[in-house]
């Protein structure tokens, strides 16, 4: 069974950046949708970005020109740059990953901007 595993998350002031990372077990990041989402404390988990067909990525309205996701060369590792953070990012980051019909999940990596 695959698992992804994420990693980077951390305490961040505003305007600050982070480099969150998720690899996968045994498999790679070949079927789309593959992603990122979040969730802040008292709300539902959002999409952040997502590749959702070959290299065609869609990027929440609210982090547009901020976030940005990758997938390196050997499919193996999704990535998302976020740079200007603010406040309202704190949250849960969780990987998306789809392998059949199926999606997976990262048990997710904690974010917290603030000053």
């Known amino acids: 069974q695959v698992q992804l595993v994420e990693s980077g998350g951390g305490l961040v002031q505003p305007g600050g950046s982070l480099r969150l990372s998720c690899t996968a077990s045994?498999?790679?990041?070949?079927?789309?949708?593959v992603g990122w989402y979040r969730q802040a404390p008292g709300k539902e988990r959002e999409m952040v970005a997502t590749?959702?067909?070959?290299?065609?990525?869609e990027y929440a309205d609210s982090v547009k020109g901020r976030f940005t996701i990758s997938r390196d060369k050997t499919l193996k590792t999704l990535s998302l740059q976020m740079n200007n953070l603010k406040p309202e990012d704190t949250a849960i980051y969780y990987c998306?990953?789809?392998?059949?019909?199926?999606?997976?999940w990262g048990p997710g990596t904690q974010v917290i901007v603030s000053s």
């Open positions: 998306r990953g789809t392998y059949g019909s199926a999606s997976v």
């Open positions: 590749f959702v067909g070959g290299a065609i990525i």
């Open positions: 045994s498999a790679r990041f070949t079927t789309n949708p």
